[in-house]
């Protein structure tokens, strides 16, 4: 039975929020693209008017598409060449999903997208379910086809994952722009020490290339080691230059809702930094520069307004 009008307007309605949901389950913009355009097909395929809630039942089909992409993936990512890093998303971009509560700003942190990454595919939905869109015990547990009680272990289990590995504070934007700035000051400086001093003592930094772009797959751990590689990635080189195909402008960007330095060549992404802040400094640099992965932030770059940038690198 063909949708109706009415039905394609429920669903482009839902749209946004399936697609909020499905990135945070999966860490790819991509791949929640495609997990929304599926709960589509399915739901072009069922009698809608037996739906009561459909809400509820777009929300069950997209979470468990996500599960199975989610165990799929993991053997996926066995393959994978480098690191795997998340897609980061930059500011204003719809599919990171509400940001009222700081719950849910924390939930698409970049930091917490990492943090997921350890959780089961099962515990990774409760608590996006939960934390990030205020789903109720009860209708979680219709989703996944739980008992209430134990979504309510999952996610206290979840929970206690995502904070015993989190080093973020809550940082205000103009102090957060500050560190950045410092951050970009000192790695241009030549100098390792200025970077050793804004850093935590455990800091650490990681790429993600995809095999497509050359980036560090074992993460450099430690302040000094950390400052000494970034000390050498700022340094002007023209290989450097040849290899990426120009001098890369360098912004100040919000990243995740956290602070990030952009790369850009003739308007196209080609490299976003996120830095995650702690009380005590800078905890972790990780680089973004696979370019499947920069398709949607280039995207959004083109039609946002990011001022000059701050200098063009090497």
Not at 218 to 233: D, N, P, S
């Amino acid at each position: 039975m063909p949708l109706t009008t009415q039905d394609v307007d429920r669903f482009e309605v839902a749209r946004p929020r399936l697609a909020a949901v499905a990135y945070r389950l999966l860490g790819s913009a991509a791949e929640a693209e495609d997990a929304v355009q599926e709960t589509f097909l399915r739901w072009q395929a069922t009698d809608t008017a037996r739906i009561e809630v459909p809400e509820a039942w777009l929300t069950k089909v997209l979470t468990n598409l996500c599960l199975n992409q989610l165990t799929s993936a993991r053997a996926r990512r066995e393959s994978y060449v480098g690191q795997w890093l998340p897609e980061p998303l930059l500011d204003g971009d719809p599919m990171l999903g509400p940001a009222d509560t700081a719950e849910q700003r924390d939930s698409v942190s970049y930091a917490v997208m990492i943090l997921m990454e350890r959780l089961t595919p099962r515990e990774r939905a409760v608590y996006v379910l939960r934390e990030a869109f205020d789903y109720p015990h009860r209708e979680i547990a219709q989703i996944l086809d739980l008992t209430e009680a134990a979504t309510q272990q999952i996610f206290h289990r979840a929970t206690k994952h995502i904070a015993q590995g989190k080093a973020r504070s809550e940082i205000d934007q103009a102090a957060a722009r500050r560190i950045v700035e410092e951050f970009l000051a000192a790695a241009t400086s030549g100098r390792t020490e200025p970077l050793v001093k804004l850093l935590t003592a455990d800091a650490l930094a990681i790429g993600d290339g995809g095999g497509k772009v050359p980036a560090r797959a074992k993460a450099f751990e430690g302040a000094k080691a950390v400052a000494t590689f970034m000390r050498g990635l700022f340094k002007p080189a023209p290989a450097k230059r040849a290899l990426i195909g120009g001098s890369p402008e360098i912004h100040i960007a919000t990243a995740n809702g956290g602070p990030a330095v952009v790369a850009v060549i003739d308007g196209r992404v080609v490299g976003i930094m996120c830095l995650e802040l702690a009380a005590e400094g800078i905890a972790a640099v990780r680089s973004q520069v696979n370019p499947d992965k920069l398709q949607r932030a280039t995207g959004r770059w083109a039609a946002a307004d990011h001022g000059p940038p701050l200098f063009h690198a090497l």
